[in-house]
């Protein structure tokens, strides 16, 4: 099988591409990736002379039509992913998330080939902290932040296309996952080189912001649970039970570091800040038999921190161009 990997050399792809390198010796690996910012082509060394790697735009059309026309398959990561940076610049989100999109949805109808599609839970908004309710597939689609509309729309064009051309497309809506090489924009990677860096943690407003977190590993299994046992034109969502507030989390790295507790910044808070994600995954785990295997959040987490402070060489680069874009617009609470 040909596969086509966008975002391969981001967060969740490049661990994407490095499992099914791994367990998936049949499948022929191409990731095409723009290296922006949050891209890394070195989270994908050990696999280097394994898979095909294209460095380009999923908005370039002639590019996308024959990289789509080459494969069996297309996986599509590719996005502008940090809510804080499209508060600042939506204009790169519009490009890559809505643009890039329509650019390989338009490929894979031309050449008929298979497409899942990446997505977030932030499509459906946010719950209160005290609503028992969580996310299903049925929820209504509410997001708040230039992010998660542009995350949006590029679903419902996946969701046209389906409809209107026959495009045989899955997508997949997954809460906040973390795991090895995440950037360290990201709120657990943020905080964990921040300690190793000797800065304090920083937490938006009071810290009661609520999200469910998931190893990366068990998004990945979930999603090739779904390339092969989804139905097409289908939505599934991805979650593992769990559910903490950001202040929690915090709390969990300083003990695990050996940091007092309030060794931490109150910062400005994020504008439109979603207040809690939850995730119902009833539909992945009983019509597709999906179970997460990293059920204990504190050893998953052990695990990432270890594995920050053994790969400084991977992280270093970006952190002091991602603090001094933070302090931008960032000040100290308390
Ligand atoms: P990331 O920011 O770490 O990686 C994005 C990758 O896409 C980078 O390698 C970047 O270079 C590449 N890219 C960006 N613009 C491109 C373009 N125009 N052409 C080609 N490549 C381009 O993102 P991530 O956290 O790995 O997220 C991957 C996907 O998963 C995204 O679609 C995101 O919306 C979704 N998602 C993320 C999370 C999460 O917690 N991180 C949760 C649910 C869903
Ligand atoms: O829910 C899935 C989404 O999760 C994905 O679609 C996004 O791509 C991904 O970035 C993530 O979005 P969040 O905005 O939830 O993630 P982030 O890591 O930016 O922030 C997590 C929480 O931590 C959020 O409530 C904001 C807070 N935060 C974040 C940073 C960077 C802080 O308190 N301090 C920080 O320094």
Not at 35 to 51: K, M
Not at 113 to 139: C, K, M, N, Q, W
Not at 211 to 238: C, F, M, P, Q, S
Not at 305 to 318: F, L, S, V
Request: proline share 4%.
């Amino acid at each position: 099988m040909k596969l086509l990997v966008t975002g391969g050399a981001g967060f969740i792809g490049s661990n994407f591409v490095l499992s099914t390198v791994a367990q998936r010796p049949e499948v022929e690996v191409t990731v095409l990736d723009a290296l922006t910012y949050a891209g890394n082509r070195a989270s994908l060394n050990s696999i280097a002379d394994r898979i095909d790697f294209v460095h380009g735009d999923i908005a370039d059309r002639p590019l996308v039509d024959r990289l789509v026309g080459e494969s069996d398959l297309v996986v599509h990561f590719a996005a502008e992913s940090h809510n804080d940076n499209s508060l600042n610049d939506p204009w790169p989100f519009v490009h890559t998330n809505v643009i890039g999109t329509t650019t390989l949805l338009q490929a894979v109808r031309d050449h008929d080939v298979r497409y899942h599609h990446i997505s977030t839970d932030e499509v459906y908004g946010d719950l209160e902290l005290d609503d028992p309710a969580r996310f299903t597939e049925s929820t209504p689609y509410n997001p708040s932040s230039p992010y998660s509309s542009t995350k949006a729309s590029s679903d419902l064009l996946v969701r046209a296309w389906a409809r209107s051309f026959g495009v045989r497309a899955t997508i997949s809506n997954c809460s906040n996952n973390y795991g090895p090489f995440q950037h360290v924009e990201k709120f657990i990677p943020r905080q964990i080189t921040n300690l190793l860096s000797g800065k304090r943690p920083k937490l938006y407003g009071a810290g009661q912001n609520v999200r469910d977190w998931i190893h990366v590993d068990d998004h990945n299994h979930a999603v090739w649970t779904i390339i092969e046992k989804g139905v097409l034109g289908e939505t599934y969502l991805i979650g593992a039970d769990g559910e903490k507030n950001n202040r929690e989390v915090l709390e969990e790295i300083l003990k695990e570091t050996g940091n007092p507790s309030d060794a931490f910044d109150f910062v400005t808070d994020r504008p439109g800040h979603d207040l809690r994600y939850a995730i119902d995954s009833t539909k992945l785990r009983t019509e597709l038999g999906w179970t997460p295997q990293y059920v204990d959040f504190r050893s998953g987490l052990k695990a990432t921190i270890d594995w920050y402070r053994e790969n400084e060489q991977w992280w270093r680069p970006q952190k002091d161009a991602t603090e001094s874009s933070y302090a931008l617009t960032e000040s100290v609470v308390s």
